[in-house]
């Protein structure tokens, strides 16, 4: 029982207010930049125009959808048909970013984007109309276009990754690497804590895991929690899914694809070793 309340009080949770600025301080490498969400030029709030959309998507008005008008998907869905619009979106060259499946800003963005060269109306959420639109202009995605390889370039495996069952997570790469015995099982990108609260470095183990999880000091959810070092952990951050690089945890090591976190959720068990390096 103490144990349970010390980690519950030190579960962490999105820095909301953190500029994208400091965050890349902490938990950016010098190569970070390869990453399209890197740039904060990439991601606006929900609502506003991506600035790599045509000027007619920005010129648009963002009024809000008709009451009439039912809305098949919009901002802050998590579901597998918005996997499926993003990947979609992408053949469309209108995301350059992979499929998470959660509808964030840069979503949102795109969608505008599209509506608005295709002479609807540019709400930034997808109704019926929307929808057939883009499905008629593009192919049904194939299991790659849904769930590609990282988007992240995964680093060589730190030395004490190579026996057992680790997961090795690499702050230059921003990476999660599932290994067993030596040989990479699965890979996903992850993103740490900001300067003022950072992820710690060196061996842990998986102490716990938690399926369900909020956390007592911020109260944001913490789905798929691995504890490895007091109130750290790995988990799902709806929020690295909708806004990138340009926020950070903390302290946790946040994944922003619930599928893949969900499978590792179920192979990794308690006991298991952690690595967190540079």
């Given at each position: ?111 505008k984007s599209f509506q608005s060269k295709n002479g609807l109306n540019a709400t930034g959420s997808v109704d019926e109309a929307t929808w057939k639109k883009i499905q008629s202009a593009s192919k049904k995605p194939t299991a790659d276009e849904l769930r590609p390889p990282t988007v ?71 789905p798929y929690s691995m504890f490895f070092s007091g109130g750290q952990a790995v988990h799902y951050s709806a929020d690295f899914a909708a806004r990138g690089y340009n926020g950070a945890s903390h302290g946790c090591v946040n994944v922003r694809d619930k599928g893949k976190l969900s ?16």
């Amino acid at each position: 029982m103490a144990t349970a309340v010390a980690l519950a009080a030190t579960a962490c949770g999105p820095q909301k207010t953190e500029s994208a600025g400091s965050v890349s301080s902490a938990s950016s490498s010098p190569t970070a930049g390869a990453s399209p969400e890197a740039s904060p030029t990439t991601d606006n709030k929900p609502g506003e125009a991506s600035p790599s959309a045509s000027p007619s998507a920005s010129a648009s008005p963002s009024a809000s959808p008709s009451p009439s008008v039912k809305q098949i998907m919009a901002n802050g869905d998590d579901t597998d048909q918005v996997r499926e619009l993003q990947a979609r979106l992408r053949q469309l060259k209108l995301m350059s970013v992979a499929p998470t499946g959660f509808y964030g800003s840069k979503t949102t963005a795109a969608v505008k984007s599209f509506q608005s060269k295709n002479g609807l109306n540019a709400t930034g959420s997808v109704d019926e109309a929307t929808w057939k639109k883009i499905q008629s202009a593009s192919k049904k995605p194939t299991a790659d276009e849904l769930r590609p390889p990282t988007v992240n370039e995964v680093d060589a495996p730190d030395p004490r990754c190579m026996e057992g069952r680790v997961m090795c997570i690499s702050k230059e790469s921003r990476t999660l690497a599932w290994m067993i015995d030596g040989k990479v099982i699965s890979t996903m990108d992850v993103r740490f804590g900001s300067e003022n609260t950072p992820t710690r470095e060196g061996v842990f183990k998986v102490d716990r895991k938690e399926k369900d999880w909020t956390s007592t000091l911020y109260h944001t959810a913490m789905p798929y929690s691995m504890f490895f070092s007091g109130g750290q952990a790995v988990h799902y951050s709806a929020d690295f899914a909708a806004r990138g690089y340009n926020g950070a945890s903390h302290g946790c090591v946040n994944v922003r694809d619930k599928g893949k976190l969900s499978t590792l959720f179920g192979q990794v068990n308690v006991g298991d070793k952690v690595v967190v390096y540079w």
